[in-house]
């Protein structure tokens, strides 16, 4: 650890919160602190900057990694390797660096430190009351149900689905007349995916269409769609839920959904196929 006693005091009593002090230098900064109430009070704001940013750090990271930059990273190509020490360093350095947890981390810390750096910068006071991080409103929709849903059927062998592929003319009249809508079984075998069946879901209290599909990785994706009263036609809504990746989008009064692993890069090319046959 560095001599930090040439420094600001207020350098000197972050490191002091950071643990990046000497030992002698740390008794010195604790004597400050219990005997000069400017050093205390500028010592509190630190601790309350630092907790706050911790805090806003660690809600940042519960944000989901946006489906795109899953699929540009599980597009990328693996670093070479090379011969020397350095390189191979800089190489495991970088491939670190495009996992999706790093980048979010890195980008918060970007953020977090910024804005307590220009706060504490421009002398901003801090009140001393329990910080409480301001949160929108959590509201559950009808993906919410299915990405639950397909995390348990989606573990399924022998009951993976209610109706088996071999009767795909009468799923197509049981979903028919139990949701509303009419549909044609898309034809996915082009892109790997093999036909497995289907079920019906209940979602917000409506039933819901479940198309499934094996792909090649042996994982589960699902097609499934309802009614819900609207008219509008919109573009597609990446979404991810966890492990539970969504692609949705509505044509007419019907809402429908593509999903599967949040790791699937090929989520929205899918969904985009599903809408032209459908």
Same mark, same amino acid.
């Given at each position: 650890?560095?001599?930090? =006693?040439?420094?600001?005091?207020?350098? &000197?009593?972050?490191?002091?919160?950071?643990?990046?002090?000497?030992?002698?230098?740390?008794?010195?900064?604790? =004597?400050?602190?219990?005997?000069?109430?400017?050093?205390?009070?500028?010592?509190? =704001?630190?601790? &309350?900057?630092?907790?706050?940013?911790?805090?806003?750090? %660690?809600?940042?990271?519960?944000?989901? $990694? @946006?489906?795109?930059?899953?699929?540009?990273?599980?597009? +990328? %190509?693996?670093?070479?390797?090379?011969?020397? &020490?350095?390189?191979?360093?800089?190489? /495991?350095? $970088?491939?670190?660096?495009?996992?999706?947890?790093?980048?979010?981390?890195?980008?918060?810390?970007?953020? $977090?430190?910024?804005?307590?750096?220009?706060?504490?910068?421009?002398?901003?006071?801090?009140?001393?009351?329990?910080?409480?991080?301001?949160?929108?409103?959590?509201?559950?929709?009808?993906?919410?149900?299915?990405?639950?849903?397909?995390?348990?059927?989606? =573990?399924?062998? &022998?009951?993976?689905?209610?109706?088996?592929?071999?009767?795909?003319?009468?799923?197509?009249?049981?979903? !028919?007349?139990?949701?509303?809508?009419?549909?044609?079984?898309?034809?996915?075998? @082009?892109?790997?995916?093999?036909?497995?069946?289907?079920?019906?879901?209940?979602?917000?209290?409506?039933?819901?269409?479940?198309?499934?599909?094996?792909?090649?990785?042996?994982?589960?994706?699902?097609?499934?769609?309802?009614?819900?009263?609207?008219? +509008?036609?919109?573009?597609?809504?990446? +979404?991810?839920?966890?492990?539970?990746?969504?692609?949705?989008? /509505?044509?007419?009064?019907?809402?429908?959904?593509?999903?599967? @692993?949040?790791?699937?890069? !090929?989520? +929205?090319?899918?969904?985009?196929? $599903?809408? !032209?046959?459908?």
């Amino acid at each position: 650890m560095n001599d930090l =006693r040439k420094q600001p005091l207020d350098v &000197r009593l972050s490191a002091l919160l950071d643990g990046e002090v000497q030992h002698d230098e740390k008794e010195e900064l604790e =004597r400050l602190i219990a005997t000069n109430s400017e050093a205390r009070e500028l010592y509190d =704001r630190l601790k &309350r900057g630092s907790e706050i940013g911790n805090i806003a750090f %660690e809600e940042f990271l519960k944000e989901p $990694v @946006p489906l795109a930059l899953v699929r540009k990273i599980k597009k +990328t %190509e693996p670093p070479q390797q090379n011969a020397s &020490r350095s390189n191979g360093l800089r190489s /495991h350095f $970088v491939s670190a660096l495009m996992q999706p947890q790093a980048m979010a981390a890195c980008l918060a810390l970007l953020v $977090v430190g910024g804005g307590i750096g220009y706060f504490l910068g421009a002398g901003s006071y801090v009140p001393d009351v329990p910080v409480q991080m301001a949160q929108a409103p959590v509201q559950k929709n009808w993906l919410d149900d299915i990405a639950a849903y397909h995390r348990v059927y989606a =573990r399924q062998q &022998r009951h993976l689905a209610e109706v088996p592929p071999s009767e795909a003319d009468h799923i197509v009249s049981w979903l !028919t007349d139990s949701v509303g809508v009419g549909f044609k079984l898309p034809d996915l075998a @082009p892109d790997g995916l093999e036909f497995k069946g289907a079920r019906l879901l209940v979602a917000q209290g409506k039933p819901v269409a479940q198309l499934l599909y094996r792909n090649q990785e042996n994982d589960i994706i699902a097609i499934c769609f309802m009614k819900n009263g609207d008219s +509008t036609d919109d573009g597609f809504d990446e +979404t991810i839920k966890d492990d539970i990746g969504l692609v949705s989008w /509505h044509k007419g009064a019907v809402a429908y959904v593509v999903v599967g @692993p949040s790791s699937e890069a !090929t989520l +929205t090319k899918i969904a985009e196929k $599903v809408s !032209t046959q459908i």
